[in-house]
């Protein structure tokens, strides 16, 4: 009951940050724009085509809007009260001691300075969910993020289609202005939204966030310098990567509430020991 008044709570305060209402009114218009004005225009709802895309595309976007609240309303991870270092920690003590927080974290953790507090397994502090991504709500983030990459395509896919198959009045000053537009914000979103998508693909392969590839320049460049192969210290290898966040049952990966699988967050298998 309390883990479900702090989600409402979250979603709550969520819903109230401008890019975050800017992101659902994106989805509201694209969805819209791409339902009614031109795959009613290229095929028709009353078509049994259309219909069908119509119906295909809806739960898209619905997919879509689910892992986005999931995402947005999660706890991205809270440090345990009762968490205590390893006193023989070779990262050691200090390193590991939040001034902020004025407490100990776990190692990948790090303090994030728009939620102010330590956020376990911190990737970083996504404005359009108005919410840290973290260990806990890494998987219905990158759910979201693959959902709106097919999404946008789909509705590119619609857009060209009608652009080039049906006739339009481009005399109209209005509605060459709409279609330009359209094709600005979609062809946009495909780039943008697609190429998130391959990044935090290429982390999860190496069990690696945003915070750690940065740190990992510096560290793949003196290993280089040194004469020695670098590998991240938690990847695990491709396959138990993946499991680690998207869970063991395939079935379950594109469940953005499936996240059984997840332990405390405080302990990773080093593999550099």
């Known amino acids: 009951m309390a883990r479900r008044r702090g989600a409402a709570a979250a979603l709550t305060a969520a819903l109230s940050?401008?890019?975050?209402?800017?992101?659902?009114?994106?989805?509201?218009l694209?969805?819209?724009?791409?339902?009614?004005?031109?795959?009613?225009?290229?095929?028709?709802?009353?078509?049994?085509?259309?219909?069908?895309?119509a119906a295909a595309f809806s739960l898209i976007v619905a997919a879509c809007f689910f892992s986005f609240l999931c995402a947005a309303a999660a706890?991205?991870?809270?440090?345990?009260?009762?968490?205590?270092?390893?006193?023989?920690?070779?990262?050691?003590?200090?390193?590991?001691?939040?001034?902020?927080?004025?407490?100990y974290k776990p190692a990948r953790t790090h303090h994030c300075k728009v939620c102010k507090r330590c956020v376990l397994k911190m990737d970083h502090h996504c404005?359009?969910?108005?919410?840290?991504?973290g260990y806990a709500n890494y998987k219905?983030?990158?759910?979201?993020?693959?959902?709106?990459?097919?999404?946008?395509?789909?509705?590119?896919?619609?857009?060209?289609?009608?652009?080039?198959?049906t006739e339009h009045n481009f005399h109209i000053l209005y509605v060459k202005i709409i279609h330009i537009l359209a094709g600005v914000i979609l062809f946009s979103l495909c780039l943008t939204i697609g190429s998130?998508?391959?990044?935090?693909?290429?982390?999860?392969c190496h069990n690696m966030t945003t915070i750690e590839y940065r740190e990992a320049v510096r560290a793949k460049?003196?290993?280089?310098?040194?004469?020695?192969?670098?590998?991240?210290?938690?990847?695990?290898g491709t396959r138990k990567n993946i499991q680690m966040i998207m869970g063991t049952n395939v079935l379950c990966w594109l469940c953005p509430t499936a996240t059984g699988h997840l332990k405390d967050g405080t302990e990773f298998q080093n593999t550099n020991n």
Not at 35 to 44: E, M, Q, S
Not at 221 to 236: E, P
């Open 127 to 133: 404005v359009w969910i108005n919410n840290c991504v």
């Open 75 to 103: 706890d991205p991870g809270s440090v345990p009260a009762a968490f205590s270092p390893d006193a023989e920690d070779p990262q050691g003590l200090k390193s590991r001691y939040c001034d902020k927080c004025c407490m």
């Open 140 to 165: 219905p983030f990158i759910i979201c993020v693959l959902n709106a990459t097919i999404g946008s395509l789909y509705a590119s896919v619609i857009f060209v289609r009608d652009l080039l198959q």
């Open 196 to 204: 998130l998508l391959c990044w935090h693909i290429y982390l999860m």
């Open 17 to 28: 940050s401008p890019a975050l209402v800017a992101a659902v009114s994106v989805m509201a």
């Open 221 to 236: 460049w003196l290993a280089k310098k040194s004469g020695q192969n670098y590998r991240h210290r938690f990847d695990q």
């Open 30 to 53: 694209g969805y819209y724009s791409t339902v009614f004005v031109f795959l009613d225009h290229w095929l028709g709802l009353g078509t049994t085509a259309g219909a069908a895309h």
